[in-house]
């Protein structure tokens, strides 16, 4: 028997057979160790380096130094903030001579293959330290090119966020890059210090961050647009009256063109031509919203406006914390004269703005820097290679794994009655798509989302279909409008551009990657469940029978008869499934089974195969239930680790069997779900509400010694804690269902 720490540890041991309370007790300490904060927001300059569809930093310098001579050197400088040891694979593609200095040490050198082979890709593993870790490339120019292509692999998923070094670009993002030299300046010396001045030593770091002397001196709307005729611009920030109370806030300045004020959504200056202005406003003490609208002017654009009190000047402060700028304004612009914008929906950072009546463009909020813009960042928990994510908030990450979680919060929170784990819950996931906009336009803007990169970045069902799914099963709680245009962004694509076998089995093209050409028995829960409630919601039949039409296709591939368990994957390279039933692989299948056959219809053409379906998958898998209770990582191998995933899997899709009654013998069933419930609770949730036993994120392989031996468990990876709560909140359910037909066959009696 596996033991992941002693029974006196246990939940059980304290709780017993209070599932409830162990159900909160689990719900609990996931949301006090994943707090609500939400995206992080920082200056970034578009002038700087950009990424590329890949997510790879785009730092070609011949591009930006057309006339760099061959034999000149330039250099990029990067951070990377890790709150804990990470492991990434990162790519390296050289246009030119290359070095790749890691934290200090030479990472890498070029050699001229990789510098002159096109399309050439380096693989590097870097283990990132807690902490700063610096990044410092050195480039070459040559005829072939001057620079490189650097970024994580699998960017969308394993983020990595470059800060800027160097004292004052204190937490701007992105890189800082040079201007060639014609020798190594670092060559046999140390490397600049990236906490340091960015003045100490000869060299131009850009993109430049400050203004000019002749362009301080222009007013605001002439330094950040130019003269425009026609257009306007708005600024919004925040006027601090907190040391007086129920003052006389004085608002008084001048401008060059006409001029609207309000503060806290009330007009308060109107300005039809150039002029001055002075106005008295009562205001509380506290922090008011203070927007302008600003029209430019004949021969030039800007205003003043300054704000008194008693006497005394009041401070004006940023309407957000944005890392890398002490700029207490934000702007949007530049706007069609004839735009106007609802100034309640200017209070926040979470929209874009239309720049024509049409809303053929829109635009975001930006700085008083050159080039300068407000972005948010996701920069709360980070994927290594093992997909562990240290002790960071998963809060506002779009994610399969926190799919399930979402769900499992969903469903403990109706049975607990518990409304504050509802609303972190729905908080989680509209903080997701509530940029969902934003998040496309960024992309368009950047080349590379700075948040909800899977979603943008839709390529495979893992990107979509569990947390899409998750977030319909909150459409249930709060008919929020905002989740329909991704849920109809995910259906169309899971119904009409995924790819597709002939029979029109789901599976992977994955080009040049380790799963070129496989299915995979965990794309059952990444689609169906999402399909089936896109179907509840809209009424598509097209979703409700592809959900039910890929079971059997599904089973046609990876079901091995014999055992009547799943194969984990099919490679159509080698035309024959792995022949590995991996343990979540099938959880996922008999998951996703109960989810379709919950809202099948008793008429449908393909249920009664389901129903079957079912029936002969839990057989399989009952009879590989060990002694503990639990099932092993590699279902049919005894010599396997027992694994808590996909017992709480089996233990969720057993109790629902019996309660909706698709057993044809349902009393086995029932034993076997209560004794894997009380397995977990022994085995698997300690008292403090951990949860253990639980195997990182998978690949795949035709060797059971890949699941046994590398795929080691992970303390509260998110595969687990989701899918714990929904096999509680399972077995509660069947628990009560059972003692009301006990009763009911009492009073019959």
């Not at 994580?152 to 004052?168: G, M, N």
């Not at 914390?321 to 702007?331: D, L, N, P």
């Not at 929020?480 to 597709?500: M, N, T, V």
């Not at 008793?602 to 079957?612: F, I, P, T």
Request: with cysteine; aromatic share 12%; net charge negative.
């Amino acid at each position: 028997m596996t033991t992941y720490f002693n029974e006196m540890e246990s939940i059980h041991s304290r709780l017993g057979e209070d599932d409830s309370r162990t159900l909160k007790v689990l719900a609990d300490r996931y949301i006090g160790a994943n707090p609500p904060i939400p995206f992080v927001f920082r200056a970034f300059y578009r002038s700087g380096i950009l990424q590329n569809a890949q997510g790879l930093y785009d730092l070609n310098l011949s591009s930006r130094w057309p006339e760099a001579k061959p034999g000149q050197y330039a250099y990029a400088y990067g951070l990377v903030w890790s709150d804990g040891e990470r492991n990434l694979d990162v790519l390296l593609q050289c246009l030119g001579p290359i070095q790749l200095y890691f934290n200090d040490e030479l990472a890498y050198r070029s050699n001229v293959i990789d510098e002159i082979k096109p399309d050439a890709c380096v693989k590097l593993n870097l283990n990132f330290v807690k902490g700063w870790n610096r990044l410092f490339i050195k480039a070459k120019h040559t005829a072939a090119g001057f620079g490189c292509l650097f970024g994580s692999d699998e960017a969308k998923v394993r983020i990595l966020h470059v800060l800027t070094p160097f004292a004052e670009r204190q937490g701007q993002a992105g890189w800082v890059y040079s201007a060639p030299v014609d020798r190594d300046v670092f060559e046999n010396t140390s490397l600049p210090d990236a906490l340091g001045s960015e003045q100490e030593g000869d060299l131009r770091w850009l993109p430049r961050c400050d203004w000019s002397e002749s362009e301080l001196a222009m007013p605001i709307g002439e330094r950040l647009f130019g003269v425009q005729s026609g257009k306007q611009f708005y600024g919004w920030t925040k006027l601090d009256q907190t040391s007086y109370r129920s003052e006389l806030c004085a608002l008084e300045g001048s401008s060059t063109g006409p001029l609207t004020v309000w503060v806290d959504g009330t007009r308060v200056v109107e300005l039809i031509d150039e002029g001055s202005f002075r106005v008295d406003v009562q205001l509380s003490s506290g922090l008011h919203d203070l927007i302008i609208r600003s029209r430019s002017g004949a021969a030039s654009w800007g205003c003043t406006l300054r704000a008194s009190a008693a006497g005394e000047r009041l401070a004006l402060l940023p309407p957000r914390k944005v890392h890398g700028s002490s700029e207490a304004w934000f702007y949007v612009g530049l706007l069609d004269g004839d735009v106007e914008l609802n100034v309640a929906e200017l209070t926040r950072t979470d929209q874009l703005y239309a720049t024509d009546a049409y809303a053929r463009a829109k635009t975001y909020w930006r700085l008083d820097r050159p080039d300068a813009w407000l972005r948010p960042y996701y920069e709360n928990a980070m994927l290594s290679n093992k997909w562990t994510v240290g002790n960071v908030t998963n809060y506002a990450r779009w994610d399969y794994p926190l799919g399930v979680t979402i769900y499992g919060l969903l469903q403990a929170g109706r049975l607990l009655e518990r409304q504050d784990m509802i609303a972190y819950a729905l908080d989680h996931v509209r903080s997701c798509t509530k940029m969902f906009e934003y998040s496309l336009w960024d992309r368009e803007q950047y080349g590379f989302p700075a948040v909800n990169q899977q979603l943008v970045m839709m390529k495979m069902l893992d990107n979509c279909g569990s947390f899409g799914s998750a977030m319909l099963e909150a459409f249930k709680e709060e008919q929020d409008a905002g989740f329909l245009p991704i849920a109809e962004r995910i259906a169309d694509f899971i119904l009409h551009r995924l790819e597709r076998k002939e029979d029109g089995a789901f599976y992977r093209i994955c080009k040049d990657e380790y799963s070129e050409n496989t299915m995979w028995a965990d794309d059952l829960y990444m689609s169906t469940p999402f399909l089936c409630r896109y179907a509840g919601i809209t009424g598509s039949s097209e979703a409700l029978d592809e959900a039910a039409k890929q079971f059997l296709l599904f089973r046609k591939y990876l079901y091995m008869p014999d055992q009547q368990i799943m194969s984990h994957v099919f490679d159509f390279k080698y035309q024959k499934p792995t022949g590995i039933p991996w343990g979540r692989g099938n959880g996922w299948t008999l998951f996703s089974l109960t989810e379709v056959l919950e809202v099948l219809p008793s008429e449908h053409l393909n249920r009664a195969a389901l129903v079957e379906f079912f029936n002969e998958l839990c057989e399989g898998y009952v009879e590989l239930q060990a002694d503990s209770g639990l099932w092993h990582q590699v279902l049919n191998d005894p010599e396997a680790y027992e694994e808590a995933s996909c017992t709480a899997m089996f233990t969720y899709s057993f109790a629902r069997g019996v309660r909706f009654g698709w057993f044809q013998e349902p009393q086995h069933f029932v034993g076997a779900a209560l004794k894997a419930w009380r397995a977990l609770t022994r085995l698997a949730i300690d008292s403090q509400g951990n949860v253990h036993g639980v195997c990182s994120g998978s690949r795949y392989a035709f060797t059971a010694d890949y699941y046994k031996k590398d795929l080691l468990t992970v303390t509260n990876d998110n595969h687990g804690v989701g899918i714990m709560m929904l096999a509680g909140t399972e077995v509660v359910k069947l628990k009560h269902w059972l003692g009301k037909q006990e009763l009911e066959r009492s009073e019959s009696e």
